[in-house]
């Protein structure tokens, strides 16, 4: 029985774009559900209409979402929706999910919670996931990365010939990791051996003292250890560092951010997930073609009471299926939302594209519910506390 009196655990995932925050924190809602205690979900975007948010409902885990801007500007729409979880279903979890393309979350996030709210909130250690790919780009431009087709170049030559994130987007990434309690490089199951290895090492060179760990959220590889590490109780999000805001909002700004939702309806039945590929798979091609950099991108499809997921976590990745539906639907209402650093009007207009591509090889039609792009403003914290935590 979840005692009204104890505070709530939360917990604070974080990660840039596409580092797989979200099948991480499936995996844990999954986990503690079958440990008996009750979890509550908190999805952040800075638009509405949010793929995670509808994929954590479709798999059954009780959702809050925070729209409109980062949990850090929304400080209390975040405290708000947590409570209303708490009056609904008294869950004994919260896993928080920030924006991808935030930082500085330890001194606008954590302390605040922990300073204003001390009673109610018992705050685990701050994990930060890390995505491979960005990681060989940003952190280390000189290593030798393993090619899939071809033999080694370095990060730098990959980098200059196939794009890549402005410094400020690099700055953001290195702040996230900088506040962190823990790194967690995540998709492992994507690398060698030998390459997760280089890897750890390259992390560890640049937060040196830093607890590193590796994961694979998918297939659940190192996952025990990401629990074990939840589960240690202390101060945490107390590294104090200097944050410039205006290259954290050139940062921000450089991506276009686009959420849309459609309703697809077909004469008979098709295949969901690969009509969800076909998309997905659309756009990287009219992405590549821009030289845009793709920080990420989902497409949901729901209907029928199926649901399946497709994304995109880079330029050079290809378009996958991450959740499966595995179904032949006739109707299905998808959701797409889209983090690229391109401008917002040409975004929406591959987007637009591309769907109704899709739609017409499908033979079916598609009606535009709502469309948002936009590049994110400049972040303006309702607390910044920058003193640790007594």
């Not at 500085?104 to 994990?127: E, G, N, S």
């Not at 431009?141 to 410094?167: H, I, M, Q, Y």
């Not at 951010?257 to 998309?279: E, H, I, K, M, Y």
């Amino acid at each position: 029985m979840n005692d009204e009196h104890r505070a709530l655990r939360f917990i604070l995932l974080g990660g840039f774009l596409g580092a797989g925050k979200s099948t991480a924190i499936a995996r844990l809602a999954r986990h503690y559900q079958q440990q008996g205690q009750r979890v509550g979900i908190v999805t952040n975007d800075q638009a509405t209409d949010l793929v995670d948010t509808n994929s954590f409902r479709s798999q059954g885990f009780d959702v809050g979402e925070v729209p409109g801007a980062c949990f850090c500007c929304n400080f209390r729409q975040l405290t708000d929706t947590v409570a209303q979880l708490q009056a609904a279903s008294r869950p004994d979890v919260i896993l928080a999910e920030p924006v991808g393309s935030c930082t500085d979350l330890a001194a606008t996030v954590i302390r605040p919670l922990q300073q204003l709210y001390a009673a109610t909130f018992d705050v685990a250690p701050y994990a930060v996931l890390l995505k491979p790919h960005h990681a060989w780009r940003i952190l280390e431009g000189s290593r030798p990365v393993s090619v899939p087709g071809g033999g080694d170049e370095t990060a730098a030559a990959l980098g200059r010939a196939r794009g890549g994130f402005s410094p400020q987007a690099a700055y953001i990434f290195r702040k996230q990791l900088e506040e962190a309690d823990v790194i967690v490089i995540n998709r492992i199951d994507e690398l060698k051996p030998d390459e997760a290895a280089r890897l750890e090492q390259v992390v560890r060179e640049h937060h040196p003292g830093v607890p590193v760990l590796r994961m694979s959220a998918r297939t659940g590889a190192g996952f025990e250890a990401l629990v074990e590490l939840l589960a240690q109780r202390g101060r945490f999000g107390q590294r104090v560092m200097e944050v410039d805001y205006d290259a954290y909002a050139a940062g921000e700004a450089e991506l276009g951010w686009l959420n849309a939702s459609v309703q697809v309806d077909a004469g008979q039945p098709w295949d969901l997930d690969r009509w969800l590929l076909a998309v997905v798979d659309q756009l990287r091609q009219m992405l590549e073609a821009l030289d845009a950099e793709t920080a990420h991108l989902k497409v949901i499809g729901m209907g029928e009471g199926a649901y399946g997921v497709a994304n995109l976590i880079s330029r050079d990745a290809p378009a996958e299926l991450s959740l499966a539906s595995r179904a032949q639907i006739s109707t299905a209402h998808v959701v797409v939302n889209a983090r690229v650093a391109i401008d917002p009007a040409v975004l929406q207009d591959a987007v637009t594209q591309a769907v109704e591509k899709a739609c017409r090889d499908q033979n079916a039609t598609c009606r535009w519910q709502q469309v948002q792009s936009l590049r994110p403003g400049r972040p303006v914290p309702t607390h910044r506390i920058l003193a640790p935590t007594a």
